[in-house]
């Protein structure tokens, strides 16, 4: 019997079961009723009593050596199985999450938004594709006048009278379509001129468009209007001045500078030694524009403005190179997180 026990003994310590069902059969060939352990307790009843003891004592022990196995071998299969049948592995390396940032180009856009919006101005939008009276002919633009030139404006090649929209300029005129004085409205939004992109100049860029018509509108007004929002974006102590200029569609015109911020107008090479920097163009709507729209130039007066944002954001984030808000280089981009 002891050479039984042995041999038992032996065939479990080779023994190396792979899966859960190995380790039930084997629990079943040794430990069940009918099993080898069964058939040797059977066995144990002929032993003479000189033997009982030592024997008894030999099977008890291969029983519970069977059992410690066995025990061993489930938990072994159970922590080996996890990986298999969960897709989530806990010893991986984190991953960083990287968040999106916002375009400098909308920071900027948005930020004069809400500075004209607390001023009562709300936001009006129109077509990126337009015809000639919307960008030209409702804005007193001569037929001669070098803005409608191909050189300038992209046409649509099929039909001479569709262009896109070289300012949000356009969107006056539709603002002056739909609604009656008072109006106090700005237009963000893309603009396209046929032009070689270089690092002043770009094909595409972001204007924004103010108009505000009412009884009694005065240069006055406008021109508080615009220290108030040049203020406001490039801080407290900012001056202004506004030289003459010229557009189709305001009388008088002017182009506003505002003192520059890097050398407090002493004069340095982002100014040109000027210590000014040119930020926009502005006037009092032309009457010709008012009467063409509807709008009776006797009981009512405004003004207008338009601002490149790309100009605003380069002014304020110090950027040279005009190309870089296009180029989605994050690099670049994500210098923006903490504005
Ligand atoms: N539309 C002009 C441009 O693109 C900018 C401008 C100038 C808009 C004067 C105005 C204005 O409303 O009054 O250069």
């Known amino acids: 019997m002891i050479e039984k026990i042995k041999q038992i003994k032996a065939k479990i310590d080779e023994l190396e079961p792979k899966t859960a069902e190995e380790v039930e059969l084997i629990r079943i060939k040794y430990l069940s009723k009918k099993g080898e352990l069964a058939a040797l307790f059977n066995d144990f009843r002929n032993v003479g009593p000189d033997q009982k003891k030592s024997i008894g004592q030999e099977i008890n022990n291969l029983k519970v050596s069977i059992q410690n196995k066995l025990e061993e071998w489930k938990n072994g299969l159970s922590i080996k199985k996890q990986p298999i049948h969960s897709s989530i592995d806990l010893t991986q390396q984190e991953i960083e999450a990287k968040f999106g940032t916002r375009h400098p180009v909308s920071l900027i856009k948005n930020e004069i938004c809400d500075i004209f919006k607390k001023l009562g101005f709300t936001i009006y939008d129109g077509p990126e594709i337009e015809d000639d009276w919307h960008v030209f002919a409702a804005l007193n633009f001569p037929d001669e006048h070098p803005a409608r030139d191909m050189q300038d404006t992209f046409f649509i090649e099929k039909h001479p009278d569709v262009l896109l929209r070289t300012h949000t300029s356009s969107v006056q005129v539709r603002c002056m379509e739909q609604q009656k004085p008072p109006i106090r409205v700005i237009c963000p939004g893309r603009v396209f001129r046929n032009e070689a992109i270089s690092a002043r100049a770009h094909c595409l860029f972001h204007q924004i468009e103010g108009l505000y018509i009412d009884k009694d509108v005065s240069f006055a007004d406008l021109q508080q209007t615009l220290l108030h929002f040049a203020q406001e974006v490039f801080g407290k102590d900012t001056k202004i001045r506004l030289r003459p200029s010229y557009f189709p ?91």
């Not at 009388?251 to 002493?266: I, N, R």
């Not at 006037?283 to 490149?308: D, Q």
């Open 249 to 339: 569609f305001t009388e008088p015109s002017a182009e506003m500078d505002v003192s520059c911020k890097l050398c407090g107008g002493k004069g340095c090479s982002v100014c040109k030694h000027t210590g000014w920097l040119e930020v926009l163009g502005c006037g009092m709507v032309h009457p010709n524009v008012l009467e063409t729209n509807g709008i009776n130039s006797n009981i009512y007066s405004g003004f207008a403005f338009g601002l490149g944002v790309e100009r605003i954001a380069m002014l304020k984030y110090s950027v040279k190179d005009l190309r870089l808000y296009f180029e989605n280089d994050v690099r670049f981009l994500n210098q923006f997180t903490n504005y």
